[in-house]
């Protein structure tokens, strides 16, 4: 990644970050008298903490004791790199500057503070930090099953952070674990109900933290193919979070704010589109047990469809998916969770329509139709992603990225090997970019050699494919679409006509224009970087 031009503590306040000429360390640190991420010598200050660390564990479990264990600088690159790149993406728990206040007073539990790391270390632009991550998860692992009595806000945090770490480390049943650890103690704190006596950031934080669970439940669910936990649970007197500008700007002991000032933020905007996940997992799961017939497939799929299409109009004007609205976000510290937002809406049109790429099943109109979008679709995430990429503040590289790349990739892969000689090249060129965004993000997750493997087994049972009925909806491929954290196995088709080739046996020479000779060259060429990467 680029050396960022802001510092970490001014893009997790959203705050502008400016610096005079000569000077280390930005205006606002300055003031403030903070160490600044900017400052050069902190980097020094970084490698020789990290080089002096001792491996031994102190005995003495304090947050005091971790900062002197590990070194102020090291431990707060870990939680920067956390705040800014994970934060309010896949889950919404802090208040920012709260957070920062209890880290730099040393007033936050040894358990949060050490997952908190153990998250961030993943992140960081430093290898030498990025290596602690196995011990920090490790120990963050050990404080919490030493307190699993303690019932409190900052455990649930914990719990949540901790089975983020194991769902990138697929490890499905400890994620499923600790996120329903993390349900039962919101449930038994009450943060599904909003308590009036509380301040409005403590009410806000326990907000965010209650829906961050509903939709963890959605999605890990999914992930190891059991039932949800918090399907019925009562979310009707929670509101939903208020835009993330205003509340990272909260003071402590600040009044009410008027309703009028508190509009819905992207958080908001991204749990009503969640509730559309279940339903389409749901529709696959039929279709591919064979409970459900074509007819009433279809109308399911047109209702899920226009609530899909109705999502974005109930967008304000200013979240809707343009280049000034992606820098309007990026400009208030808010690029990467518009661009998570956006994403996950393209993944989902991507999952529902994904079985009408069979043409033995896409005979209608509308079957066609939905073919298309899903191509769109998984063309419009993969520009998107790209777009991440290249604009500083807007990156997505928490660990779902890598499987809804997959899945985006599948549809290229298909669309190589089977579509119109028109889309060939942007399918192309959509494919390379979403590997070398795996490739990317493969230095933080490990994760992604299981990935990797995924997608070579769905482009052997491409190739093994007499039709292009490669994306039927059986068993297998509900797995590969929803079950992330499992193994698959080989596709075993009826009829395998068709061997993969060896890269020994690539070559573009009497090859004709997009020829199926020329397709499966270019399918191979492009899974070959994936291959080759250490």
Not at 281 to 287: A, E, F, G, P, T
Not at 346 to 363: E, G, Q, V
Request: net charge neutral; charged share 20%.
């Amino acid at each position: 990644m680029r050396r960022p031009t802001a510092c970490a503590e001014c893009r997790s306040t959203k705050r502008r970050c400016t610096r005079a000429d000569g000077q280390q360390k930005c205006n606002y640190c300055t003031r403030k008298s903070r160490p600044c991420s900017l400052d050069r010598r902190r980097d020094a200050q970084v490698v020789s903490a990290v080089h002096v660390a001792p491996t031994a564990r102190h005995a003495d479990s304090t947050s005091s004791a971790i900062f002197l264990e590990y070194g102020e600088a090291v431990v707060e690159d870990m939680v920067s790199s956390y705040l800014i790149l994970i934060h309010d993406r896949p889950h919404s728990l802090f208040h920012v500057s709260s957070l920062w206040t209890s880290v730099r007073q040393r007033s936050i539990s040894p358990a949060l503070l050490l997952n908190l790391c153990a998250l961030g270390s993943r992140l960081s632009s430093k290898s030498h930090i990025r290596d602690m991550a196995a011990g920090l998860t490790a120990r963050a692992k050990r404080e919490l099953q030493g307190q699993i009595e303690q019932i409190s806000v900052e455990n649930v945090q914990a719990y949540i952070l901790l089975a983020n770490i194991y769902a990138a480390e697929l490890a499905p049943h400890l994620e499923t674990l600790y996120f329903g650890i993390a349900n039962r103690m919101a449930q038994i704190l009450g943060l599904h109900r909003p308590d009036p006596s509380l301040g409005l950031i403590q009410r806000e934080t326990n907000c965010r933290i209650w829906w961050t669970l509903v939709m963890a439940d959605n999605w890990c669910s999914a992930g190891l193919g059991i039932p949800r936990q918090l399907a019925h649970a009562a979310s009707d007197d929670m509101p939903l979070p208020f835009d993330e500008f205003t509340f990272q700007r909260l003071e402590p002991g600040e009044p009410p704010l008027p309703a009028t000032a508190l509009t819905e933020g992207l958080w908001a905007h991204m749990i009503r589109l969640v509730d559309l996940l279940g339903p389409i997992h749901q529709l696959n799961r039929l279709v591919a047990g064979h409970d459900i017939d074509a007819d009433a497939a279809d109308s399911r799929a047109a209702h899920i469809a226009r609530r899909l299409d109705d999502w974005p109009a109930t967008l304000p004007h200013d979240t809707t998916e343009t280049d000034a609205n992606l820098e309007s976000h990026r400009s208030r510290g808010l690029g990467g969770p518009f661009v998570a937002l956006h994403l996950g809406y393209h993944h989902y049109s991507t999952l529902l329509y994904f079985r009408y790429l069979d043409t033995t099943a896409a005979t209608s109109t509308i079957a066609r139709s939905y073919a298309q979008s899903c191509r769109q679709h998984a063309s419009s995430y993969s520009q998107l992603l790209r777009k991440s990429r290249q604009t500083q503040g807007c990156e997505a590289v928490f660990a779902t990225v890598a499987h809804m790349t997959a899945v985006s990739s599948s549809v290229h892969l298909h669309t190589l090997l089977f579509g119109r000689d028109d889309e060939v090249k942007q399918a192309r060129t959509d494919l390379l970019s979403n590997f070398a965004a795996l490739i990317d993000l493969k230095k933080y997750w490990p994760c992604l050699d299981h990935i990797m493997k995924r997608l070579l087994l769905f482009q052997e049972a491409c190739l093994q494919s007499e039709t292009s009925a490669t994306h039927r909806v059986d068993q297998w491929m509900v797995k590969f679409l929803t079950e992330h954290s499992l193994p698959l196995e080989r596709r075993i088709e009826p009829c395998q006509i068709s061997q993969i080739s060896t890269p020994s046996q690539w070559s573009e020479s009497s090859q004709t224009q997009h020829s199926p000779r020329t397709r499966e060259w270019m399918a191979n060429q492009a899974l070959s970087t994936l291959w080759h990467v250490d």
